[in-house]
């Protein structure tokens, strides 16, 4: 026998995680957009080292610290960013499978009642007393 109410309880489930999803591509899109300005800080600083200006000559050692530390936050962002997709891969697969398990749940719940409504009727119809037929009496 299946039990009252699952399908419901796993339709929470399958929202909550919907949810958790969702959170996880934000998350992404926002390491995104920091590997973005990071990346248009280290053209910036990458133009300055190679400027033929001279307020830049004199900084050139200073430019390529930062780039070396933009380099290094780069990386650092590469890494949580494959992680953050890996992890919205295995937050969309759980979704997925308390899906499924939502609608089998509801299926079987569908069935159940349905069955019950069958049963019911029948045992309307036995517990009804027979007609009477006119020719099962003497004429």
């Given at each position: 026998?299946?039990?009252?109410?699952?399908?419901?309880?796993?339709?929470?489930?399958?929202?909550?995680?919907?949810?958790?999803?969702?959170?996880?591509?934000?998350?992404?899109?926002?390491?995104?957009?920091?590997?973005?300005?990071?990346?248009?800080?280290?053209?910036?600083?990458?133009?300055?080292?190679?400027?033929?200006?001279?307020?830049?000559?004199?900084?050139?050692?200073?430019?390529?610290?930062?780039?070396?530390?933009?380099?290094?936050?780069?990386?650092?962002?590469?890494?949580?960013?494959?992680?953050q997709?890996?992890?919205?891969?295995?937050?969309?697969?759980?979704?997925?499978?308390?899906?499924?398990?939502?609608?089998?749940?509801?299926s079987?719940?569908?069935?159940?009642?349905?069955?019950?409504?069958?049963?019911?009727?029948?045992?309307?119809r036995?517990?009804?007393?027979?007609?009477?037929?006119?020719?099962?009496?003497?004429?």
């Amino acid at each position: 026998m299946v039990d009252k109410g699952r399908a419901a309880k796993l339709k929470r489930l399958v929202a909550v995680q919907r949810h958790m999803e969702r959170m996880a591509e934000i998350e992404l899109a926002e390491t995104t957009q920091r590997r973005q300005e990071l990346s248009e800080r280290m053209d910036e600083a990458i133009d300055a080292i190679g400027s033929f200006n001279p307020i830049h000559a004199g900084m050139k050692s200073q430019y390529a610290a930062q780039y070396g530390r933009l380099s290094g936050e780069d990386q650092r962002l590469d890494d949580l960013q494959d992680t953050q997709e890996k992890q919205i891969l295995k937050e969309k697969a759980k979704g997925d499978r308390l899906e499924e398990n939502w609608k089998d749940a509801r299926s079987a719940e569908d069935r159940e009642r349905e069955d019950d409504a069958v049963i019911d009727l029948i045992e309307m119809r036995l517990s009804m007393p027979a007609p009477a037929s006119s020719k099962l009496g003497g004429e």
